[in-house]
């Protein structure tokens, strides 16, 4: 636990008569925090090495430009009197002045044709035509696969390799260029990367790319997308990047394993609906976003809350029993055969294409295709970053179910350390409802049932917000 997380139970005891509402559920109270600090202690030593760089260039100048006090706020999301306060414990003065006027400057720029500085890069025919012409190779990202579970006890951490790549072209919004500066937005194509391109409804990696040798210069990935092959990395630039210099590519691994987390309970999820719908149950799409997944199917009808129950308690019972889960690329003629095998209907896959299987190695249905095993287990194609153990999804919880469109239904589900909260907001729950029982009954004349409806409302309130 972080330093303010610990403050916690001190904030309860003395303000819990008060605001009685920090009793409710300090533990999650306190998991918020421990998000909120790990995150910007990310941000503050990213932000605190370009401050400390930029002095170290100062010479004997006791201020500190305006320009880079901006792109601390814009770029690393430094508030503007944090960055005064470390300039003045180094007896400097930041140039206000020069700060406004890299505000305006920016906003003057986003309010443009553009809605985001990031949004009109892109890889458009002509450019994809133009990086073949120049002979620049496709991007090899077979690295995004590279990691391993530290163990095979469902809390095991992933170890991710260390990827370096080589910028081969720099687009910005109109042009190729050969070098970017400070505060640029622009995409870098790399000979290798070990980020993910947004695919197959998995939502795309974000990290920092930094240039071997040479720290000073980094790249803030924000999006990755895949264009013909070509992997562009977009964000923002601090220092100076050219074509043809090496860099460190360090994923956010956090995001990335939360990620994976939910791509895999996904899988499991269509699994489990089968079980408990029946074999008509489609896929219609899916997003897998670090903090939640969504997956949507076929339903001539609302489930029943038994059916998502069962469901839930399914997909539970295969992370408890923490099997492996294995990726493995296949001829797609061989593939295809696989009884029971998962795939989207309209989609094209490529041959060979890669096959996600829980429980069963994958060579094991290529030997036997007609058998039942891709039946009783989720066998998928899939070209997601997927965990190694079906135990590592730690836990499973369906949040919601419901209707987008006639026959179309959708549920949003959690996984690790969100569904773990949401257990425990659930715990809560029961025990004030029981609370709440007993205090009723034992109310034999009445006289507080005023007191209990607003209690009433007031949970009815809660629990419809909750998660
Ligand atoms: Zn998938």
Redesign the pocket.
């Known amino acids: 636990p972080g330093f303010f997380a610990s403050l916690v139970s001190i904030v309860v005891e003395v303000l819990g008569d008060a605001f009685p509402e920090v009793r409710k559920d300090p533990q999650h109270i306190m998991d918020i925090i421990n998000e909120e600090e790990q995150q910007f202690l990310k941000t503050l030593i990213r932000g605190r090495n370009l401050l400390n760089r930029t002095i170290d260039k100062l010479g004997g100048v006791k201020t500190l430009p305006g320009d880079v006090a901006w792109r601390l706020y814009d770029t690393y999301g430094f508030p503007i009197d944090l960055t005064q306060l470390m300039a003045e414990e180094k007896n400097l003065l930041v140039d206000m002045e020069a700060y406004e006027a890299a505000k305006q400057n920016s906003y003057i720029l986003s309010q443009g044709k553009v809605s985001s500085k990031t949004d009109a890069i892109n890889l458009d025919v002509h450019a994809l035509n133009e990086l073949q012409v120049r002979n620049v190779k496709t991007t090899n990202d077979s690295f995004k696969y590279s990691y391993v579970p530290k163990s095979t006890d469902a809390d095991a951490d992933y170890e991710f390799s260390e990827c370096t790549g080589k910028i081969l072209a720099i687009r910005t919004v109109d042009k190729f260029v050969d070098e970017v500066h400070s505060g640029d937005s622009c995409g870098l194509v790399l000979d290798k990367t070990n980020f993910y391109a947004e695919s197959?409804?998995?939502i795309y990696d974000q990290g920092v790319f930094v240039k071997i040798g040479d720290e000073a210069n980094e790249f803030l990935v924000d999006r990755v997308y895949n264009k013909g092959g070509y992997i562009l990395h977009i964000g923002v630039v601090e220092g100076t990047l050219k074509v043809g210099d090496e860099l460190s590519l360090q994923l956010d691994i956090i995001r990335r394993r939360l990620t994976m987390n939910n791509?895999s309970a996904?899988?499991l999820l269509n699994h489990s609906l089968l079980q408990v719908l029946g074999p008509d149950t489609d896929q219609k799409g899916s997003l897998v976003v670090p903090e939640k997944l969504r997956f949507d199917f076929n339903a001539k009808a609302a489930m029943t809350i038994e059916q998502v129950a069962k469901t839930e308690n399914y997909a539970r019972e295969v992370v408890k029993n923490n099997i492996p889960i294995y990726a493995k690329e296949s001829k797609l003629a061989v593939a295809k055969q696989i009884n029971g095998l998962r795939s989207v209907f309209d989609e094209v896959y490529p041959d060979p294409v890669r096959v996600?299987a829980f429980g069963i190695p994958i060579e094991e249905l290529e030997a036997n295709p007609t058998g039942d095993a891709g039946v009783k287990n989720s066998v998928?194609f899939?070209g997601?970053t997927h965990l190694k153990r079906s135990g590592h999804i730690v836990d499973f919880v369906i949040s919601s179910e419901e209707a987008i469109a006639k026959g179309i239904r959708r549920i949003v589900a959690l996984t690790g350390p969100e569904a773990v909260k949401a257990l425990k907001r659930t715990e809560v729950f029961e025990q004030e409802l029981n609370n709440l029982k007993n205090l009723i009954s034992n109310d034999k004349d009445g006289s507080q049932s005023k007191e209990f409806l607003k209690k009433i409302a007031e949970m009815t309130e809660d629990i419809a917000h909750a998660t």
């Open positions: 197959g409804g998995q791509h996904t899988h996600i998928e899939c997601g």
